[in-house]
């Protein structure tokens, strides 16, 4: 059984992510394998890709930056988030769903 790309535990999202750092813009880019990919122009050097990878989603999902969790992958580019409570899911997140 393959695992969820994205799933809700509650009013959480949890969402399965593939990051691809140093891009040109941000962006959700869509289905990588079981995974979201996922553009973002930070490099990945001393945490500043995650920093920017929440404060990305933060924004996309209309949430405070403290409600986004990094729960695996903290150092790879394959990374598990949790959302908490978001109060809007983005149109290409919503497609997968």
């Known amino acids: 059984m393959t695992e969820k790309t994205i799933f ?7 969402i399965r992510l ?6 040109s813009r941000d962006q959700i880019v869509g289905l990588h394998g079981n995974e ?17 990878l ?3 989603l933060a924004k ?7 409600l986004i969790h990094v729960e ?6 394959h990374k598990q988030i949790r959302i908490k409570a978001p109060k809007v899911i983005p149109s290409e997140i919503a497609t997968i769903m």
């Open 72 to 77: 695996k992958g903290l150092q790879g580019r």
């Open 36 to 52: 979201v990919k996922i553009a973002i122009t930070a490099p990945p050097v001393d945490g500043k890709a995650n920093a920017h």
């Open 8 to 14: 809700r535990d509650d009013d959480d999202l949890i």
């Open 54 to 56: 929440v404060k990305y």
């Open 18 to 23: 593939y990051i691809q750092p140093k891009a």
């Open 60 to 66: 996309q999902f209309k949430v405070a930056r403290g």
